[in-house]
């Protein structure tokens, strides 16, 4: 095909590129930028890649791993004859786009820039059809944002290493890590406090029994604060009449959720099925960039899931409307919820599902086990929020006995709603007990059975790292796009916190660093601080003009703080060993660097000594030079076997298959599932055994005996590891 009828679009994602060509055809070339091309260069003053002198300038180079990239879009330019940017809808796409207008030689202001919220044939014919320009106030947000980024990383990172060995720091990464560490000051400092609970168990006139939690009226809660308010309860309801006093029957109407935004997601897929915010987040981008639905169809799932809007288009609410009307009926139709974020800068819809045929049952055999938890969460959130409330009798008893009331209560399911399709926890209301609905005021009933229990106050728990995302987004720290990307950040390189189950706990490391942190730039790390910054990279989307001023105005009282913290932190004391240092006689202390940790003289630089741990031989020579093995540890403190000649020497020896024994014990085999005598040992069996490699035989006298064959493929051994 000639040059003039081809066109090349440019995404960020090599996932969308095979989904986008079969919609727009051989005219068409769509190919991937692999997200952002160029990033702020290391040079200039501090290393910033910012002329500040000169109305803080960036200088951008293209990225190592990108210059492939950007060789291969030149080249491909040459064979079109327009080029079409369609990198993401927000902020950080634009700025991309930006990049590659300029380093591909674009006219910024009339090169076409398409933006699409979902992956579908429709979205993309119109997006091709109504095609934008570059919008530079956004480009401008973006730069920003970059530049005040690099400035804190850079100045804070470099001045707590040299104080506190600390890795990193940053404007979200460390006001995200403030929340955990003061969370966790609340949690130790709390104090347990005893209360009581009294549970109860009636009996009515007629013998039906009815258990009950009894509720301390004078203070509406279950929780009787002292022994001698729980006695007195005790007693009174021992020796005295119980009475039915009032029934009271009500509707609890329920409203549904709005459909999802990035947070909520986050926060659901934690609840329902403990998916970090990261996961999830790698989840739904696999159904926005396209699923194959077999017959060569590929297709995205859902929207743009990077979003703080709760909107959804009228097209989406139109085709839902009559879904919901067909399958439920009119009477569940509700309305639009609407929940605009406190920062939100690009008008995205809500996280819903593409189409509203694409069921979740109908396309379960496209999608792995997570794919389609996610996808059915999101299908029935959306569709949910469009329907009408669920409705609850509630019938509440209160019974009196002398001076004391307390109450029971049941709810029955009067109208479904939108809890046809999408449950949540407190949904799951029981039918009415038929003992409680059966009783009239004034009905006599008589205590057959109380239970007191002294229970003690419990701290708050630790944040999850669903709620850490909910906190981030109600104070306003971070962006969609960032809220994952920072704690994995906290967990992995900075090792801040660790991750159990989802449940975060600070390292002592990381407390240390939010405590230097927060006494030296309270303003810079507070939730406060962080929002407001938000607020200026809004005003900026709108007006690019501000860019200069707002770095400015960030950035000279921020380097005098760094410079009064330089001159008011005290290094961190190294931790000593209680060894001395056999060269010069001062102490041994630890030390930590990026590649790990190691003991030395506390007299560097003028000793240079470092322990070293005492070689380990293996009484075995290296089959290369000679020279005797020995064990020798990696980066993650992995045990493995190699030359003692090293580096001259670079033998390693390969791992042999490991067999592993139940709880490290010798299994005892059944004579049953002995296969042959062992040739080598002679009084053993090989028998079958597994390991990461496969099944194989071995003897039944490992370790002492570690001889092993391959296992011939035979039907017999098949069947039985079926």
């Given at each position: 095909?000639?040059?003039?009828?081809?066109?090349?679009?440019?995404?960020?994602?090599?996932?969308?590129?095979?989904?986008?060509?079969?919609?727009?055809?051989?005219?068409?070339?769509?190919?991937?930028?692999?997200?952002?091309?160029?990033?702020?260069?290391?040079?200039?003053?501090?290393?910033?890649?910012?002329?500040?002198?000169?109305?803080?300038?960036?200088?951008?180079?293209?990225?190592?791993?990108?210059?492939?990239?950007?060789?291969?879009?030149?080249?491909?330019?040459?064979?079109?004859?327009?080029?079409?940017?369609?990198?993401?809808?927000?902020?950080?796409?634009?700025?991309?786009?930006?990049?590659?207008?300029?380093?591909?030689?674009?006219?910024?202001?009339?090169?076409?820039?398409?933006?699409?919220?979902?992956?579908?044939?429709?979205?993309?014919?119109?997006?091709?059809?109504?095609?934008?320009?570059?919008?530079?106030?956004?480009?401008?947000?973006?730069?920003?944002?970059?530049?005040?980024?690099?400035?804190?990383?850079?100045?804070?990172?470099?001045?707590?290493?040299?104080?506190?060995?600390?890795?990193?720091?940053?404007?979200?990464?460390?006001?995200?890590?403030?929340?955990?560490?003061?969370?966790?000051?609340?949690?130790?400092?709390?104090?347990?406090?005893?209360?009581?609970?009294?549970?109860?168990?009636?009996?009515?006139?007629?013998?039906?029994?009815?258990?009950?939690?009894?509720?301390?009226?004078?203070?509406?809660?279950?929780?009787?604060?002292?022994?001698?308010?729980?006695?007195?309860?005790?007693?009174?309801?021992?020796?005295?009449?119980?009475?039915?006093?009032?029934?009271?029957?009500?509707?609890?109407?329920?409203?549904?959720?709005?459909?999802?935004?990035?947070?909520?997601?986050?926060?659901?897929?934690?609840?329902?099925?403990?998916?970090?915010?990261?996961?999830?987040?790698?989840?739904?981008?696999?159904?926005?960039?396209?699923?194959?639905?077999?017959?060569?169809?590929?297709?995205?799932?859902?929207?743009?899931?990077?979003?703080?809007?709760?909107?959804?288009?009228?097209?989406?609410?139109?085709?839902?409307?009559?879904?919901?009307?067909?399958?439920?009926?009119?009477?569940?139709?509700?309305?639009?919820?609407?929940?605009?974020?406190?920062?939100?800068?690009?008008?995205?819809?809500?996280?819903?599902?593409?189409?509203?045929?694409?069921?979740?049952?109908?396309?379960?055999?496209?999608?792995?086990?997570?794919?389609?938890?996610?996808?059915?969460?999101?299908?029935?959130?959306?569709?949910?929020?469009?329907?009408?409330?669920?409705?609850?009798?509630?019938?509440?008893?209160?019974?009196?006995?002398?001076?004391?009331?307390?109450?029971?209560?049941?709810?029955?399911?009067?109208?479904?709603?939108?809890?046809i399709i999408y449950s949540e926890p407190d949904d799951n209301s029981a039918e009415a007990n038929p003992t409680l609905t059966?009783?009239?005021?004034?009905?006599?009933?008589?205590?057959?059975?109380?239970?007191?229990?002294?229970?003690?106050?419990?701290?708050?728990?630790?944040?999850?790292?669903?709620?850490?995302?909910?906190?981030?987004?109600?104070?306003?720290?971070?962006?969609?796009?960032?809220?994952?990307?920072?704690?994995?950040?906290?967990?992995?390189?900075?090792?801040?916190?660790?991750?159990?189950?989802?449940?975060?706990?600070?390292?002592?490391?990381?407390?240390?660093?939010?405590?230097?942190?927060?006494?030296?730039?309270?303003?810079?790390?507070?939730?406060?601080?962080?929002?407001?910054?938000?607020?200026?990279?809004?005003?900026?989307?709108?007006?690019?003009?501000?860019?200069?001023?707002?770095?400015?105005?960030?950035?000279?009282p921020f380097v005098k703080q760094v410079e009064d913290a330089y001159k008011k932190i005290y290094p961190k004391k190294p931790?000593?060993?209680?060894?001395?240092?056999?060269?010069?006689?001062?102490?041994?202390?630890?030390?930590?660097?990026?590649?790990?940790?190691?003991?030395?003289?506390?007299?560097?630089?003028?000793?240079?000594?470092?322990?070293?741990?005492?070689?380990?031989?293996?009484?075995?020579?290296?089959?290369?030079?000679?020279?005797?093995?020995?064990?020798?540890?990696?980066?993650?403190?992995?045990?493995?076997?190699?030359?003692?000649?090293?580096?001259?020497?670079?033998?390693?020896?390969?791992?042999?298959?490991?067999?592993?024994?139940?709880?490290?014990?010798?299994?005892?085999?059944?004579?049953?599932?002995?296969?042959?005598?062992?040739?080598?040992?002679?009084?053993?069996?090989?028998?079958?055994?597994?390991?990461?490699?496969?099944?194989?035989?071995?003897?039944?006298?490992?370790?002492?005996?570690?001889?092993?064959?391959?296992?011939?493929?035979?039907?017999?051994?098949?069947?039985?590891?079926?």
């Open positions: 095909m000639a040059k003039k009828d081809k066109k090349l679009i440019i995404v960020e994602s090599p996932a969308k590129c095979h989904t986008i060509s079969r919609y727009l055809g051989d005219n068409y070339i769509v190919k991937a930028s692999l997200g952002h091309i160029c990033d702020l260069a290391t040079s200039g003053k501090g290393g910033l890649g910012i002329d500040v002198e000169n109305g803080f300038t960036p200088k951008y180079i293209v990225s190592k791993d990108k210059k492939g990239v950007l060789a291969d879009l030149l080249a491909t330019k040459k064979q079109v004859n327009e080029v079409i940017l369609a990198t993401d809808p927000d902020r950080e796409g634009e700025a991309i786009a930006y990049h590659l207008a300029r380093l591909l030689y674009l006219n910024i202001e009339k090169t076409k820039r398409l933006r699409f919220h979902e992956i579908t044939r429709v979205s993309i014919t119109d997006a091709i059809n109504h095609p934008s320009n570059i919008d530079m106030n956004l480009v401008a947000s973006q730069e920003t944002r970059r530049i005040i980024d690099r400035i804190i990383g850079f100045k804070l990172s470099s001045l707590l290493s040299k104080k506190i060995d600390s890795r990193s720091a940053g404007r979200v990464q460390s006001a995200t890590l403030k929340l955990i560490c003061d969370h966790e000051k609340e949690i130790r400092n709390f104090k347990p406090e005893p209360y009581y609970t009294l549970k109860g168990e009636l009996k009515t006139s007629d013998g039906k029994k009815i258990s009950v939690s009894i509720l301390d009226r004078s203070k509406n809660s279950e929780e009787l604060p002292n022994l001698e308010r729980a006695n007195y309860i005790e007693n009174t309801l021992r020796n005295s009449p119980i009475f039915v006093s009032k029934i009271k029957k009500s509707v609890r109407t329920k409203e549904s959720k709005e459909p999802f935004r990035t947070s909520t997601l986050q926060q659901e897929a934690f609840n329902h099925f403990g998916y970090t915010p990261e996961r999830t987040q790698d989840i739904a981008h696999k159904l926005y960039e396209g699923i194959n639905l077999g017959n060569d169809e590929r297709v995205g799932l859902i929207t743009y899931m990077r979003t703080d809007f709760t909107q959804l288009s009228e097209t989406f609410i139109n085709r839902a409307t009559n879904f919901i009307k067909e399958n439920y009926g009119e009477n569940y139709l509700g309305h639009p919820k609407v929940r605009e974020g406190l920062l939100a800068q690009e008008a995205h819809e809500a996280i819903r599902p593409t189409s509203n045929h694409r069921t979740p049952d109908s396309v379960k055999q496209y999608l792995s086990k997570e794919e389609f938890n996610l996808y059915k969460l999101i299908y029935q959130r959306a569709q949910a929020s469009l329907m009408a409330p669920r409705k609850d009798e509630i019938l509440t008893i209160t019974f009196t006995a002398a001076d004391i009331n307390f109450t029971a209560s049941t709810s029955r399911i009067i109208f479904p709603g939108y809890s059966s009783l009239k005021e004034g009905d006599a009933l008589y205590l057959i059975n109380v239970v007191k229990e002294e229970k003690m106050t419990m701290p708050p728990a630790r944040y999850s790292e669903a709620k850490i995302v909910n906190l981030m987004e109600e104070l306003g720290i971070g962006r969609p796009s960032t809220y994952a990307s920072t704690i994995s950040t906290l967990k992995a390189k900075s090792k801040y916190v660790i991750s159990k189950g989802g449940i975060l706990t600070p390292t002592e490391q990381g407390e240390l660093t939010s405590d230097v942190l927060d006494s030296y730039f309270h303003n810079v790390v507070s939730a406060k601080y962080t929002a407001r910054m938000e607020e200026n990279l809004d005003k900026i989307s709108k007006d690019a003009s501000l860019e200069q001023q707002t770095i400015s105005e960030f950035y000279y931790k000593e060993t209680g060894e001395l240092c056999p060269v010069c006689g001062a102490p041994l202390i630890e030390r930590t660097t990026p590649k790990g940790s190691f003991i030395g003289c506390s007299n560097f630089p003028q000793c240079t000594y470092i322990k070293k741990e005492p070689l380990v031989y293996t009484g075995e020579n290296c089959p290369q030079c000679g020279k005797p093995l020995v064990e020798r540890k990696d980066k993650k403190g992995r045990i493995f076997v190699a030359c003692s000649g090293y580096p001259k020497c670079k033998f390693i020896k390969k791992e042999e298959p490991v067999i592993k024994e139940t709880k490290n014990v010798k299994k005892e085999y059944d004579s049953s599932e002995y296969v042959k005598p062992c040739p080598e040992c002679k009084d053993g069996f090989l028998v079958k055994k597994k390991s990461k490699y496969g099944y194989f035989l071995g003897c039944t006298n490992y370790p002492k005996c570690k001889h092993q064959e391959a296992i011939l493929k035979r039907k017999s051994f098949k069947k039985k590891s079926a």
